[in-house]
């Protein structure tokens, strides 16, 4: 499978790693946002929220607190902005949380429309009906 993260994990493509165990590696974005910009994937390939396992996503949302920490404190960031983005506005097609460390003043671009809220009702009588 031709997959940079993949790659990554295989040590075929370097990487700053700040941390790894058996399950997750954790290294620094190549085209940081901001000092620090980090980020968090499995070792296993998953695309995204829809197809990883609970198991391997409770063992990343711990990693994420650890590292949430660690670069709040080592960076003397103001705080840290998650994010993971599905399928739209995703590049690499292997699940990965980014962790932007925030300073102040400085603006991440996450522009969006405003038009009016369409369909949030489908998912409320979804949920209601289960
Ligand atoms: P996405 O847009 O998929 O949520 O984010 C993918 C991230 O992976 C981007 O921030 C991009 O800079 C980063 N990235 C892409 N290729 C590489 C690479 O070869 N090495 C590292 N360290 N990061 C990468
Ligand atoms: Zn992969």
New binding site residues.
């Given amino acids: 499978m031709d997959c ?2 993949c ?2 994990v295989n040590g075929e ?1 370097p ?2 790693t700040l941390y790894e165990d058996d399950i997750v590696k954790v ?7 901001t000092n620090g ?1 980090t ?1 968090i994937i499995p070792k296993k390939h998953f695309v995204n929220i829809n197809d990883i396992d609970l198991n391997t996503l409770n063992h990343i949302n711990s990693i994420t607190k650890k590292m949430y920490a660690l670069l709040k404190e080592k960076l003397n960031c103001e705080g840290l902005t998650i ?3 599905n399928d739209y ?5 292997h699940f ?1 949380v ?1 962790l932007t460390p925030r300073y102040q003043g400085d603006i991440l671009n996450h522009t969006y429309n405003k038009e009016a809220l369409q369909n949030i009702e489908l998912v409320y009588k979804t949920l209601k009906s289960e």
């Fill in positions: 940079i993260f790659e990554i493509i990487s700053y290294f620094l974005d190549i085209d940081p946002k910009d980020l994010i993971q983005n506005g995703q590049e690499v097609k990965h980014h």
